[in-house]
């Protein structure tokens, strides 16, 4: 009964993640991906990917504090990376900020390259507590049963 | 044959078990990549370094039948592992990128690419990659067929296989002929199916490569033709057209560096220097390509006498031979990389020999400005690979001893001339090896590699021995070759007391690694003793990333600590 009841909190918080904007159809694809020689594929991607992007985002932070005036290429160079790196989970918002982060770059607007990286820093950490929350309760909902795309 | 996972494709299922090559730096991709690849029945590997991936592609010259690779690296652009695939392996390449914009896919396109992928990358455009493995092999049949019909030539086959070669074409049908001797050659295969075809691609061997190149200068670059250009190789088995493809891959390559070179020139001092160090690095070695030192006019740097270059190497090699093991079993985990690569250890080992012979080393390698055309430079380029293999061999005594000292632990390096172990982690080593070449990219921080191991103290010093320059000239890095190599030759260095002894070491576990196949020849570490001799049997491969990263740039490549950073972030994953 718990179970269901997980399971359904379940699909509803998945949904909503897709309904908010958070995640987009890659997510999905990631979803598919899953299988039982991979049962907790999406999991494990998404863990992987917030660690090796934590290097990133500290590096963007870094080259941001630097004195003036901002290195407009490395920014750019990391924000790309940044961006693929984010395009891989599906991660929506933060891919969005994250464009437009560049097109600051690209124009040379420090001031909006900063606006823009808090932005998408709280779009990065809010993703990051929205799923962690998600994956959470699918394992209280059992092991295997973390939502998938209804087929 | 599938039985270690490089053997040719099953033809019977093809697609299932094409093998797949994956590169890019992101390890959330390489994970999803991977995934992706497997579920269409692929045979994947996957490399966080382009180096890694060429060092796998050597090693086994036929075990892959496509790569993808992204285009932004680290340790070096996408675009010119696309350039050194398509000329040294010919296998069909696939760019990624989160970047799609028209200039960056035309880029592509132009250097090779049979693909540009957008990321997010679905499943089905990886489900249709073997589109481009089999029309490559169909199309390479067709040449194959057409040039027959043209002239009496010897199917080309692999310089091994020599039983079945030599016939001349008799006017029979080209295409049962060549299928007939693919069946006697390849047993599984059924050659009449292009697509499980193993065709006889020419694999473009150091060797062959420098004859090329040889045949090359011989004959003027602006007026050289296939024709000529294989007449003056006299390799029996190749073919016309595969002079000609070889030759069209070369000077877009060249093309490529004298942009570049180009750019560096107007660019600054510093740039140039760098380049020339590059080109420097690959004259030293060639001896026999007439270069002389500090020679600009001809372009060639001479490296008369051998040294300097092979210092420059050392230090990077070790570098990247460290790289190599590390990251090698970061990116493969599930590849028992039990390699034995000889051949590429020691070809690149010569040349790291090369490098520190590089004598004038100091003062001629940043001098490079002096350096003409710069498309002479990447000739020699080219053709240095060649040379440093014979240096190699006098050196490699030497590296070996220091190579048996080179645990991952680079700190210590004491070379002893006869002391030689085979380096543990010898499935990094052929990587190791290519990795250290870059890793003589290794910043100018470093001191001067001095590759002469220690027996040539005197020798080396007179030459390159901690000579910042040579060492600059090392640390071509920059172009990303050696990053790791780079900050691990840094890591060694700081490790290692001053002294050559210590640089040796380094480039001396380099070395080793590839020579850990117990290839030994006597190389007698003194540099005075670079025999000319040049043993096939080393030089496997064309450490053209070795004289790619020369002819790059010197500049102060890589800050250690972002290498390390790097290697952190790989082993993150």
């Excluded at chain 2, 592509?108 to 493995?133: F, S, T």
């Excluded at chain 2, 040889?214 to 595969?242: C, H, S, Y």
């Excluded at chain 2, 025999?531 to 496997?540: A, F, H, L, M």
Aim: proline share 5%; hydrophobic share 30%; net charge negative.
């Amino acid at each position: 009964m718990e179970r269901n009841q997980s399971r359904r909190q379940l699909a509803v918080m998945r949904q909503s993640l897709f309904d908010q904007g958070y995640l987009d159809e890659q997510f999905i694809q990631l979803e598919e991906l899953q299988d039982d020689a991979n049962p907790n594929f999406v999991e494990e991607v998404v863990t992987l990917y917030y660690r090796d992007s934590a290097r990133l985002v500290t590096s963007i932070e870094q080259a941001l504090r630097d004195k003036s005036p901002l290195d407009f290429n490395k920014l750019d160079s990391y924000m790309h990376q940044f961006k693929g790196s984010s395009s891989s989970i599906g991660a929506k918002k933060v891919k969005a900020e994250s464009t437009q982060f560049r097109e600051y770059c690209r124009a040379g607007n420090g001031e909006g390259c900063l606006r823009t990286f808090q932005q998408l820093k709280k779009e990065y950490t809010t993703l990051k507590k929205k799923l962690e929350g998600y994956y959470q309760l699918a394992r209280q909902a059992g092991p295997n049963e973390i939502a998938c795309r209804p087929k | 044959m599938m039985e270690n996972g490089f053997s040719s494709p099953r033809s019977d299922t093809f697609p299932a078990g094409l093998r797949v090559l994956v590169v890019d730096d992101d390890p959330t991709w390489l994970k999803i990549l991977e995934k992706m690849l497997k579920k269409c029945s692929y045979e994947v590997t996957t490399c966080g370094l382009a180096r890694d991936a060429l060092c796998l592609l050597r090693e086994k010259k036929d075990g892959y039948d496509i790569v993808i690779s992204d285009v932004n690296m680290p340790d070096m652009d996408g675009f010119k592992l696309l350039e050194h695939v398509g000329l040294e392996m010919d296998l069909p390449v696939i760019m990624m990128s989160v970047d799609g914009e028209t200039s960056r896919v035309m880029k592509g396109v132009q250097h090779g690419a049979c693909d540009y992928l957008l990321k997010p990358i679905r499943m089905k455009e990886l489900r249709n990659i073997w589109q481009h493995v089999f029309r490559k092999r169909i199309h390479e049949v067709r040449d194959i067929e057409s040039l027959e019909g043209f002239e009496s030539i010897q199917m080309p086959r692999y310089g091994t296989d020599q039983s079945d070669d030599g016939y001349l074409f008799t006017g029979e049908d080209p295409t049962v002929r060549k299928r007939k001797d693919c069946e006697s050659k390849y047993d599984e295969q059924d050659c009449g199916d292009p697509s499980s075809s193993k065709k006889a691609r020419v694999v473009w061997s150091v060797d062959l490569h420098q004859k090329f190149v040889k045949a090359v200068n011989q004959i003027g670059f602006d007026k050289v033709g296939p024709k000529r250009i294989l007449d003056l190789m006299n390799v029996p088995w190749l073919t016309r057209e595969n002079v000609a493809s070889h030759l069209q891959k070369y000077r877009l390559y060249l093309s490529r560096l004298q942009k570049e070179n180009e750019l560096k020139t107007s660019a600054g001092g510093i740039k140039h220097t760098d380049s020339s160090k590059d080109s420097a690095g690959g004259f030293g070695l060639q001896n026999s390509m007439n270069i002389h030192h500090n020679d600009v006019s001809n372009g060639s740097y001479g490296l008369s006498g051998s040294n300097s270059f092979v210092q420059n190497l050392n230090p990077k090699s070790l570098d990247c031979e460290k790289k190599g093991i590390v990251s090698v079993p970061i990116t493969e985990p599930k590849r028992a990389l039990t390699v034995d690569i000889p051949n590429p250890c020691t070809a690149r080992s010569s040349q790291i020999d090369f490098e520190s012979s590089f004598a004038p080393r100091g003062g001629s390698q940043v001098d490079f400005t002096a350096f003409g055309s710069t498309i002479i430079a990447t000739q020699y380029s080219w053709s240095d690979v060649p040379e440093v293999q014979f240096r190699h061999e006098s050196k490699s005594t030497r590296l070996e001893d220091g190579f048996s000292q080179l645990p991952p632990s680079h700190s210590q390096h004491h070379i002893q001339a006869d002391h030689i172990k085979p380096v543990p982690s010898i499935s990094s080593g052929s990587c190791a090896v290519d990795r250290s070449n870059h890793a003589n990219h290794a910043t100018s921080t470093e001191s001067a590699i001095d590759p002469l191991p220690v027996q040539n103290k005197n020798h080396i010093t007179n030459h390159l021995a901690f000579d910042p320059l040579s060492t600059t000239a090392l640390s071509l890095t920059n172009q990303g070759f050696n990053l790791s190599c780079v900050s691990d030759l840094e890591s060694t260095q700081r490790n290692i007391s001053s002294g050559i002894e210590t640089l040796l070491p380094s480039l001396d576990e380099d070395i080793k690694f590839c020579w850990l196949q117990g290839d030994y020849l006597a190389m007698n570490l003194g540099l005075q003793d670079f025999p000319e001799y040049y043993d096939p049997g080393i030089v496997s491969e064309v450490p053209i990333h070795l004289y790619d990263a020369l002819r790059h740039d010197y500049d102060n490549p890589c800050d250690p600590t972002e290498y390390s950073l790097i290697e952190q972030g790989l082993f993150i994953v």
